[in-house]
């Protein structure tokens, strides 16, 4: 089973809520996600590195699970 887990070692799950630590620029684009930007019902990669927010694909280091 993969286990995959925040920046600061909290385990991620299916449909949790996350929210960015940094600012990130977005690549292919000029967005920048603003620290704190939040993302609900998040999904799981079969990569431990990476979670599916919508559109977008984040990896666990820059990203925090919000209660």
Known sequence: MLVVKDAHGTVLADGDTVAVVKDLKVKGSSQVLKQGTKFKNIRLT??????????????????????
């Open 46 to 67: 079969s990569d431990a590195r990476e979670i599916e927010c919508g559109q977008m694909v984040l990896k666990t280091e820059f990203i925090k699970k919000v209660s």
